[in-house]
């Protein structure tokens, strides 16, 4: 038998989950089910949108979080995440004010060049949503 944990094993054994480990855990689940719907044959394209507003609302949760626990680069990787679904849902407007909040909080040359190029894909969506 391993000696490592098992994640059931540590959810036991470690306290009640946070907010923000809640949230993860939500966001998660959420995303897990967007991918399921994307990979029908036809997806539902009003279920993929409210999927995908869902999990772009709790990627800035959880961004927020970051930035209150003085995690700046993490916030940064979530709100670009929120980025992606926003964008996902037509929600061109709320896609690049996400990705202003990322590069505001981060101070990583790859991924600030990195957010411009995506930015420009998203400013290419056309009329705003």
Known sequence: MSSFPTPRRILRETAEP???????????????QLE????QVSPNPTVVRSLALEAAVLEEKIAD??????????????????????????????ALRALDRARELSTNSALQRWIKNYEKQVQSMGPVA
Request: charged share 25%; aromatic share 4%.
């Open 36 to 39: 399921a719907v994307r990979k």
């Open 65 to 94: 979080g970051h930035v209150a626990d003085g995690k700046p680069e993490d916030a940064a990787t979530n709100f670009i995440s929120a980025a992606s679904c926003w964008k996902e849902a037509g929600q061109k407007t709320d």
């Open 18 to 32: 946070t907010a923000q480990e809640k949230l993860v855990v939500h966001k998660n689940t959420i995303i897990l």
